[in-house]
């Protein structure tokens, strides 16, 4: 039996985003797997990771306004 391959966009989720590494690891390390659930959070409770400032959610803030492409 053969296990199904993760394709790139599931190995990493925020790919493509203009997110800084260390953004991406604060996200990574709150337990927030994807940019949907980012997106679906209050700006404070971002906001209060360590090393997810301002331009970080401008970003999400931007893929959330897009429907989530």
Do not use: H, Y
């Not at 604060?26 to 209060?48: F, H, K, N, V, Y």
């Amino acid at each position: 039996m053969s296990e199904r391959k993760s394709t790139p966009s599931e190995r990493r989720p925020f790919a493509g985003l203009n997110l800084s590494r260390r953004a991406v690891n604060a996200l990574l390390e709150a337990g927030i797997a994807t940019p949907q659930e980012a997106a679906a959070m209050r700006e404070s409770d971002l906001l209060a990771l360590r090393c997810f400032g301002p331009e970080s959610l401008a970003v999400l803030r931007a893929l959330a306004g897009r429907g989530g492409e």
